[in-house]
C-alpha cells in the first residue's frame, strides 16, 4: 500500500515538515484550491504543488478532489462544456505525475454533520451527526446552515438547488454520472489515471436529495457503467460505514479483488442505534467497523493502492481544519502501518 495524506495547501496549519516526518508516509493528497469547481487549473500551481511537495521528501501523485461542477450532476446545457473542461484537467494532472484522481457524486453538500466539535469524554472533539438534531429541520422552508456546507450559496439557491435535484431524482442523477463516466474514463486510461469515486457521506438521501453513491449493489451499478480499471473506488470506510447495511471488509475484501479499489479511506465511525453517528478514533476498540478485518482483506487481495488515515479526532489541544489535525491523523497512520505490517507478515506465511 502507499500511504499518504491529505494536506490543504500552503494555508494549512498542518506543514509538509510534519507530514514527512509520519513513519512511512509517501504522498501528498491535495488539490489546486485556487480556482472554483468547472475552471481549468493552471498548470504552473500543479506544478508548484508538486515542486513543493518532492522539495519535502514525498511525491504528489495522488489529487483529492477534482469537484464536478453541480451543473454536470444536474445534466445542465452548459454540461458538456464543462465535462470538457474536466478532461482537461486529468490530463494537466496526469503531465505532472498524477496516477489517481478522487471525486464525488454528491448533489450540493460534500457531507453532512450537526456538529464538527463534539466533546468525547476524553476532551477529545470530533464531527458527529445526531438524527435528533437533523430531525424537524426543512432547508426548502427553514433558514438553516449546517457545518460544511458550502457557504457560498445563498439560501434561495440552495433552495433552488435541492428542487432542481429532487425532480431530476436517483435515476436521472445515474445518467447523468453514467454520461459523466462514458466521457472521462476514456480520458483517464489515455492518462494512465485511475479516477476514484468517493462514496456519499452519509450514504443515504438527506433532505430527499438523491444519493447514489451508497451501498453495494449501487457501487455494482456505479463499476460496471465502464467496466475499466480507470474507473475505481475510494473506498471510505468512514462514508460508507455510517449506514448499518453496509458490510465494510465484505465489500473491501469483494472490490479490492475485483482491483477497483485505487484509494483507500480509513476511518472509524460510532454507529448508534437510530443511524446518529460519531466520528471516533482510528482503532477498532474504538467504533462500530473492524479495522482488523478491512485490512486483511486489503493485503489477502494482493492491495497496492493508496491508504490514507482519514478525519481524525481533534487531541492534545490542537486547532485548525475539523476532522484534518495532525496528530490524530497521525496516530491512525502508525496504527494504519502496524495493521498492514502484521497482516503482510502473517499473509506471507
Ligand atoms: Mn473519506
Same mark, same amino acid.
Given at each position: ?5 491529505? $494536506? ?5 496549519p498542518?506543514t509538509?515538515?510534519?507530514i ?6 509517501? =504522498? ?15 498548470e504552473?500551481?500543479?506544478? +508548484?504543488? /508538486?515542486?513543493?511537495? +518532492? ?9 483529492e ?22 478532461? @482537461?484537467?486529468i490530463?494537466?494532472?496526469? /503531465? ?10 454528491m448533489?450540493?453538500?460534500? $457531507? ?11 476532551? =477529545?472533539?470530533?464531527?458527529? #451527526?445526531? #438524527?435528533?438534531?437533523? /430531525? ?25 438547488? !435541492? ?10 442523477? $445515474?445518467? *447523468?454520472? @453514467?454520461?459523466?463516466?462514458? /466521457? ?12 476514484? !469515486? ?11 436529495i ?7 449493489? *449501487? ?52 454507529? #448508534?442505534?437510530?443511524?446518529?453517528? @460519531? @466520528?471516533? %478514533? ?11 478485518? !478491512?485490512?486483511?482483506?486489503?493485503v489477502?487481495t ?9 478525519? %481524525?479526532?481533534?487531541? $492534545? %489541544? ?13 496516530? %491512525?497512520?502508525?496504527? !494504519? *502501518? ?12
Amino acid at each position: 500500500m502507499k500511504l499518504s495524506f491529505r $494536506w490543504y495547501g500552503k494555508d494549512d496549519p498542518v506543514t509538509l515538515q510534519n507530514i514527512r516526518q509520519i513513519p512511512n508516509m509517501r =504522498s501528498v493528497v491535495s488539490a489546486v484550491y485556487d480556482v472554483k469547481p468547472g475552471e481549468v487549473w493552471p498548470e504552473e500551481s500543479i506544478a +508548484e504543488m /508538486k515542486k513543493e511537495v +518532492e522539495a519535502n521528501g514525498m511525491l504528489f501523485d495522488i489529487v483529492e478532489s477534482v469537484p464536478v461542477p453541480e451543473n454536470i450532476k444536474l445534466g445542465a446545457p452548459d454540461a458538456d462544456k464543462l465535462i470538457d473542461v474536466y478532461c @482537461e484537467n486529468i490530463r494537466r494532472c496526469a /503531465k505532472y505525475g498524477i496516477k489517481c484522481i478522487t471525486y464525488n457524486f454528491m448533489p450540493v453538500f460534500d $457531507w453532512t454533520r450537526t456538529q464538527l466539535d463534539k466533546v468525547a469524554t476524553d476532551g =477529545s472533539t470530533s464531527l458527529v #451527526m445526531y #438524527m435528533d438534531q437533523l /430531525k424537524g429541520l426543512d432547508p426548502l422552508k427553514d433558514d438553516i446552515h449546517l457545518p460544511g456546507w458550502d457557504s457560498s450559496y445563498t439560501q434561495s439557491e440552495v433552495r433552488d438547488l !435541492i428542487a432542481a435535484y429532487g425532480e431530476l431524482g436517483e435515476e436521472g442523477l $445515474w445518467r *447523468n454520472l @453514467e454520461h459523466f463516466l462514458k /466521457k472521462i474514463i476514456p480520458v483517464a486510461e489515455e492518462c494512465g489515471v485511475q479516477m476514484a !469515486i468517493h462514496p456519499d457521506d452519509p450514504p443515504y438521501p438527506i433532505f430527499g436529495i438523491p444519493r447514489i453513491i451508497t451501498n453495494e449493489a *449501487n457501487l455494482d451499478r456505479m463499476l460496471s457503467i465502464v467496466d475499466s480499471p480507470a474507473n475505481c473506488l475510494c473506498l471510505c470506510t468512514g462514508s460508507l460505514g455510517c449506514a448499518a447495511f453496509n458490510d465494510i471488509p465484505k465489500m473491501v475484501r469483494k472490490y479490492s479483488a475485483m482491483n477497483r479499489i485505487a484509494f483507500m479511506h480509513i476511518r472509524q465511525v460510532t454507529l #448508534m442505534e437510530d443511524g446518529s453517528f @460519531e @466520528e471516533s %478514533g482510528h482503532l477498532s476498540a474504538c467504533g462500530s467497523l473492524d479495522m482488523y478485518e !478491512i485490512v486483511k482483506a486489503l493485503v489477502e487481495t494482493g492491495f497496492d493502492g493508496y491508504v490514507r488515515p482519514d478525519h %481524525g479526532r481533534m487531541i $492534545w %489541544g490542537e486547532t485548525g481544519k475539523p476532522g484534518y489535525g495532525l496528530y490524530d491523523r497521525a496516530l %491512525g497512520a502508525a496504527y !494504519i *502501518n502496524g495493521l498492514f505490517e502484521a497482516c503482510e507478515k502473517e499473509n506471507k506465511k
